[in-house]
């Protein structure tokens, strides 16, 4: 319809044809005051000539039964018409006969970009008075946007990247662009933290878990992102090889280690090195402390086995080649099944993968089940086998 009345505007015949349907400063009569002519001396009337001022004014007319007046709280799209970067502030567009004023100096730094002459953006309406201009903000809605898109992710195991913004008693504020939540001290890793200052101003990838009424705020963990991370980072583990990480409690079985960002493992009394078994018997070992060690073990995929002696690691993969041939089919057991193939166990640790571009659609396994693969690499320093059907 703004494009039948603009046509119509450029032909710019002007004679006496009275406007007075006009009366009250609406959208309509503002926009076409811009290009029209008052007539000599009498500035109460609007005079436009032509045969098209009939069709001008029924489209107008009808233009302004499609308007909506915005109101505090709503959403609309408006458009960007002037930034005024002295006044920090920006003139939008709503739909209405008046336009927004946007208080620069009120949005977040990092949407200032979007804000751009001709540029279409979502804004809430702060503020609608009948004597006050119209405000509106833009950061304010994206961020009511971002928190609605987290809350609906709560028990969905979505992760967000968020800021560590502030310590408090029992836990910490996560700005998640721009959503305040809370995340308790006690999942803010894989373990209790030894250092609780050690998250503040750092990025990190959190999980909404619960919403607390009382408080008003999204409840988020970084341990429920960690133990996401848990069964690939498993299945990166190489037996005896050397790893480090830092002691996260003692038991009288031995000492728990944390390493790779989310795994935890146990040093047992008898795989302690000397002087680590004189610090743990004196109760000198704290959370915290660094510590070097080797992987001994992988039970069940959940239960990791480290140890500070080298030479009580039994390397089962030593001399493999000679044990199992390329290309030969042998016979194993299907130890786990994963969205891009099957692990397939040979003996107790040596396990390789039969790729899931290997199997056709109509097979079925179960964990447990007994296949014959053919076996068509072997890695014995990455420890891999590859399998084929």
């Known amino acids: 319809m703004t494009e039948q009345i603009e046509s119509l505007m450029t032909k710019k015949v002007w004679t006496d044809a009275d406007w007075e349907a006009y009366e009250s400063e609406s959208f309509g009569r503002r926009r076409i005051n811009k290009k029209i002519k008052h007539a000599p001396g009498d500035k109460s009337k609007v005079f436009y000539n032509g045969p098209d001022a009939q069709k001008i004014y029924d489209l107008y007319m009808g233009s302004l039964a499609n308007i909506k007046e ?36 009120k949005e977040s730094p990092e949407y200032i970009p979007n804000i751009k002459v001709g540029n279409q953006i979502e804004v809430i309406i702060e503020t609608k008075g009948s004597n006050a201009p119209i405000v509106a903000s833009y950061s304010k809605n994206v961020q009511a946007s971002k928190r609605n898109e987290v809350f609906e992710s709560i028990g969905k195991n979505i992760a967000y990247s968020g800021k560590v913004e502030e310590l408090i008693h029992g836990g910490y504020f996560i700005n998640i662009d721009g959503v305040r939540c809370f995340m308790p001290g006690s999942l803010g890793g894989m373990n209790k933290l030894v250092n609780f200052e050690s998250l503040l101003g750092q990025v990190i990838y959190v999980v909404p878990i619960n919403y607390s009424r009382e408080k008003d705020y999204i409840v988020v963990s970084h341990r429920e992102y960690l133990k996401a991370l848990v069964p690939q980072e498993v299945e ?9 990480g830092f002691v996260t409690g003692t038991s009288r079985h031995g000492v728990f280690v944390e390493f790779n960002g989310c795994l935890t493992g146990l040093i047992a009394k008898s795989d302690l090195a000397e002087t680590n078994l004189e610090e743990y018997n004196s109760g000198r070992i704290k959370p915290g402390d660094a510590i070097d060690f080797f992987l001994k073990d992988v039970i069940d995929d959940t239960k990791i086995i480290l140890s500070c002696k080298p030479e009580t690691i039994v390397n089962e993969w030593e001399g493999i080649e000679d044990k199992y041939k390329v290309p030969s089919v042998v016979t194993g057991k299907v130890k786990r099944i994963v969205k891009y193939g099957i692990f397939v166990e040979l003996e107790p640790k040596i396990v390789g ?3 899931k571009s290997h199997l056709n659609e109509d097979m079925q396994f179960e964990v447990g089940q007994e296949i014959d693969v053919k076996i068509v690499k072997i890695d014995r320093e990455s420890k891999k086998v590859d399998f084929t059907v």
């Open 70 to 105: 915005p109101k505090t709280g709503d959403v609309v799209l408006a458009t960007v018409l002037t930034v005024n970067e002295e006044k920090h502030n920006a003139i939008l567009y709503v739909g209405w006969r008046e336009d927004a004023i946007l208080d620069l100096k």
């Open 236 to 244: 990166k583990l190489i037996i005896g090889q050397k790893y480090s």
């Open 353 to 355: 993968l039969l790729h």
